[in-house]
């Protein structure tokens, strides 16, 4: 069943109300799949241990690892079960983690599509299982699981064939929900192309400080490469107001208008909340936060690929120590 989950709390779970207010969990929602593996699937290092010591048993010797295949060990990407959801045209829709354990397992599919934020090396943000978008559309999808063993993806299950049905309480339903999910589609397509631009923005900013910073220290800089730095940091500094709104404004409690990111958020915080179709105001934000956003990523594109990197090469020519976004350049 597709419907909004509530949170009569204000948040998932106990929300803010602490230990002392007993909650119980609710099932998982979403469409929960079940599977048995006989045995789990086993590393390189797992199944030598296991030899190691069966040998041991026997009274054998075992023999001690070569270099190579300790390295293989230690490079080794563990062993993983894969559930891939499907729609009924064949498309990918969902990648999902399983268990890889011995016996029953179950994963759950919250029946919407995966988050397009940026992913962090933590492993936040777009990865799988820490994060979704919108509701996917009602109808047939099947599911198959894999296993992944050594890097090499092999299906083991499936497909089963699976309905995702609307629960049909909402009070406001969208009376086109194939265009609501269209729309969606497109405002997370956006989203995820300005969060993307705007982590390239915070590194440049980043980039240009480490620079400044090595300009100072080192001795055969010639004076007008700071001169340039400091044009192109004023260039950066207009376009991360755009993305992220005048901090000396906000930092006063001034009254600032929305930047286009503003809007976008709202669109996504409205929209992948509720059943029901997007607004007029929906849409206008959609339409202003696109024509603002394309000529700014257009000049992102040309500073970063062209002005950046022209200061990065002077700052090779020059003999200057590293700074990020830069290969070394070095001749015996």
Do not use: C
């Amino acid at each position: 069943l597709m419907y909004i989950e509530s949170r009569p709390l204000g948040g998932r779970g106990k929300a803010s109300q602490g230990e002392a207010f007993f909650t119980a969990p609710n099932p998982p929602f979403g469409a929960t799949f079940t599977y048995h593996l006989k045995d789990a699937f086993k590393s390189r290092k797992k199944i030598r241990e296991e030899a190691e010591k069966e040998a041991v048993k026997q009274k054998k010797t075992p023999p001690y690892p070569t270099f190579d295949e300790l390295r293989l060990e230690d490079e080794e990407e563990a062993p993983a079960i894969i559930l891939t959801v499907r729609d009924d045209a064949g498309n990918v829709v969902r990648r999902l983690d399983g268990s890889n354990s011995k016996g029953f397992s179950r994963t759950s599919w919250d029946l919407r599509y995966p988050s397009l934020r940026p992913v962090s090396s933590s492993g936040s943000g777009g990865s799988r299982g820490s994060g979704s978008g919108h509701l996917a559309l009602p109808g047939k999808y099947t599911v198959t699981l894999a296993k992944r063993v050594g890097g090499v993806e092999t299906m083991i299950a499936g497909p089963d064939t699976f309905t995702a049905v609307p629960l049909n309480n909402a009070t406001l339903p969208a009376a086109d929900r194939p265009a609501l999910v269209a729309f969606q589609k497109k405002v997370g397509e956006l989203q995820r192309a300005a969060l993307g631009a705007a982590r390239v923005v915070a590194d440049v900013k980043d980039r240009i400080e480490l620079m400044k910073n090595v300009l100072d220290d080192a001795p055969g800089a010639p004076s007008h490469l700071r001169s340039v730095l400091l044009t192109l940091e004023e260039k950066v500094k207009i376009i991360d107001r755009a993305f992220n709104g005048d901090r000396t404004l906000q930092s006063r409690f001034e009254a600032t208008p929305p930047t286009f990111l503003d809007r976008i958020n709202d669109v996504v915080g409205d929209l992948w909340t509720v059943t029901s179709a997007p607004t007029g105001t929906h849409m206008k934000n959609y339409e202003i936060a696109a024509d603002e956003f394309g000529p700014l990523l257009a000049d992102l594109k040309t500073l970063v690929t062209y002005d950046l990197k022209a200061i990065e090469d002077s700052l090779e020519v020059i003999g200057a120590p590293w700074t990020p976004g830069r290969i070394p350049e070095w001749k015996k």
